[in-house]
Nanobody, 126 residues
Framework: VHLVESGGGLVQAGKSLTLSCSAS????????IGWFRQAPGQEEREGVS?????????FYADSVRGRFTMSSDNAKKMVYLYLNSLKPEDTAVYYC???????????????????WGQGTQVTVSS
């Protein structure tokens, strides 16, 4: 299983970024994909978005709902996270993660996910 994030960078507040997650080595259709972030000084990773939730819709954390959008291209095994209206508090390392659908739990709980990428840094300046 291999997940590789890309697209991070340094941007000004109010600008946009697109993060990509390339998946390989597993059945994409059988897995839930989530985006997490870890801000400087924070011990825990925060669940940002997930392809699955209890009601079947895409999950978004309250802190990003309306600004971030998750999408996927199953044929290419790619997952995207569109970050709009960025704020300095969005500064973090962003990770994509995966878990089998049959094992999926809370969409924002990093401990429910089995496979992780190496992360990509997003820095938002004020």
């Amino acid at each position: 299983v291999h997940l590789v994030e890309s697209g991070g960078g340094l941007v000004q507040a109010g600008k946009s970024l697109t993060l990509s997650c390339s998946a390989s080595g597993f059945s994409f259709d059988d897995h839930v994909i989530g985006w997490f972030r870890q801000a400087p000084g924070q011990e825990e990773r925060e669940g940002v978005s997930c392809s699955w939730s209890n009601d079947g819709s895409i999950f978004y954390a309250d802190s990003v709902r309306g600004r971030f959008t998750m999408s996927s291209d199953n044929a290419k095994k790619m997952v995207y996270l569109y970050l709009n209206s960025l704020k300095p508090e969005d500064t973090a390392v962003y990770y994509c993660a995966a878990v089998l659908k049959s094992r999926a739990g809370a969409p924002d709980d990093p401990y429910e996910f089995e496979y992780w990428g190496q992360g990509t840094q997003v820095t938002v300046s004020s």
